[in-house]
């Protein structure tokens, strides 16, 4: 590819964070020359996803976009998952503006 932009980079990241490959997927992310929400959001939900919601949260508190409800919802999920419906709640309390999807994961969580 001559020229790789934030896009392709995230199209990658993406690959091997739904094939579960996140350690690949963590290397390609510190490697990016330049990472947005959506790479960032894509690490915390691949995180998510594998069980590692330590990282995950890491990585949230370490994201430069604040109030990114895709990112906090994906750590909701995880929490939900897991019985952790107090970080679930918490983590639900920050997020600034509210979606249909944020509040429908918090309220399967505790379904």
Known sequence: MPSRNVVAWNAMLAAYVQDHQIDKAMKIF????????????????GYVRVGKLDEARELLNRMPYKNIAAA???????????????????????????????????IA???
């Open 30 to 45: 510190w490697d990016m020359p330049e990472m947005d929400s959506v790479s960032w959001t894509t690490m915390i939900n």
């Open 109 to 111: 969580g505790y379904a």
């Open 72 to 106: 906090q919802t994906a750590m909701i999920s995880g929490y939900a998952h897991n019985g952790r419906m107090d970080k679930a709640s918490q983590i639900f309390n920050q997020i600034a503006i509210r979606d249909g999807v944020c509040w429908n994961t918090l």
